[in-house]
């Protein structure tokens, strides 16, 4: 495939139908997104990074659909369609199938101003807003089953993989972003946990609060206006990251409300869901599961400090992050 060719002719406003008057190009490590006046065309990066692998043009086919199936459950009127490209006489034509080369993910803009992250900035959110999402979120769980395949997930088995691999994977960052005393504590207080509560996971799992979830579930991934909640970008490309329990999802967004200086609106939000939900032992596990999060955003910001193509101000930036939620992991230990 042309790639810097097909990127062009996805710069063009005339390469749509909808002839938006310009398009803005925006690069993540795994994706191009191509911003028009009423809809957004993203791509799938040929990658491979073990945990997620786009590398052949089948994979990338699979996962933008299963990125358009998983984010509909959350924003049905957001997420339109997974579209073909085809080449066509040395050009390109979206939603042709006729010599297919690669897949877009088709989808509604969003206005950035109504991104919760974006309100809270401006001071916009009311307790009746966080009221009103954690109804929202407590619905859309609701709809979604607890089956034997997502189940396993919430094992205790499972859950110390996930947490275990976290402190194998920062090892290298004591000393740094983490010190050896709050790594020492954070590892001791989520093993003990585990240890502590088994029947506690196990009634997590036989209450039907093991689910395909969103998996990324923080203040970027919600906008909210007058008239709807949209929830996008789950993860689809690995179920590992994605399947667990409910209350994990609903931990990483109090978590991120409480890395951001709101902790009046995430006790709002968090007591709201579970109103709704009747989710009440969600409060057990709460605080393990904010815990890890934390420390799943510690450390994927870590990982930037490896990256040779950064800067020294952007890895300054990191390392500070990545301390903050070090830091973060450390307090919920302490408190609550």
């Not at 938006?20 to 490590?29: A, F, G, K």
């Not at 904010?290 to 390392?319: C, E, N, P, Q």
Request: aromatic fraction near 12%; include cysteine; glycine fraction near 4%.
């Amino acid at each position: 495939m042309r790639q810097a060719e097909l990127i062009k002719h996805m710069e063009d406003p005339d390469s749509y139908t909808e002839k938006p008057r310009s398009i803005t190009l925006i690069q993540t490590h795994i994706s191009w997104v191509f911003i028009g006046d009423e809809y957004v065309y993203k791509i799938k990066k040929p990658v491979n990074f073990g945990f997620l692998d786009f590398s052949s043009l089948e994979k990338r086919r699979f996962y933008v659909g299963e990125e358009l199936r998983l984010n509909k459950r959350f924003s049905p009127d957001i997420y339109l369609d997974a579209l073909p490209i085809s080449e066509e006489k040395g050009s390109f034509v979206i939603g042709d199938s006729s010599n297919i080369i690669e897949y877009a993910l088709k989808m509604k803009r969003i206005n950035e101003e109504d991104m919760l992250y974006k309100l809270l900035e401006a001071n916009k959110v009311t307790p009746e807003l966080m009221q009103r999402l954690g109804r929202h979120i407590a619905d859309v769980y609701r709809k979604i089953p607890s089956d034997e395949k997502t189940k396993a997930y919430g094992s205790l088995d499972t859950i110390s993989r996930n947490v275990m691999e976290n402190f194998e994977q920062t090892l290298k960052y004591i000393g740094g972003p983490v010190s050896q005393e709050a790594y020492n504590k954070i590892r001791v207080w989520s093993m003990a946990f585990m240890e502590d509560n088994k029947s506690l996971f196990e009634k997590r799992m036989d209450g039907g609060y093991i689910k395909d979830c969103h998996g990324d579930l923080h203040l970027q991934h919600i906008c909210i206006d007058d008239e709807r909640i949209v929830i996008f970008d789950c993860i689809e490309f690995n179920e590992r990251f994605r399947f667990g329990d409910v209350a994990s999802d609903i931990a990483f967004l109090a978590m991120d409300l409480d890395y951001n200086g709101y902790k009046n609106l995430r006790e709002t939000f968090v007591n709201t869901y579970i109103d709704a939900s009747g989710d009440t032992m969600l409060k057990d596990v709460l605080k393990f599961y904010k815990i890890y999060r934390a420390y799943v955003r510690a450390k994927v910001t870590s990982f930037m400090l490896d990256d040779t193509g950064l800067d020294t101000v952007t890895k300054d930036k990191a390392y500070q992050k990545a301390k903050s939620y070090y830091t973060l992991a450390l307090e919920y230990t302490k408190f609550e």
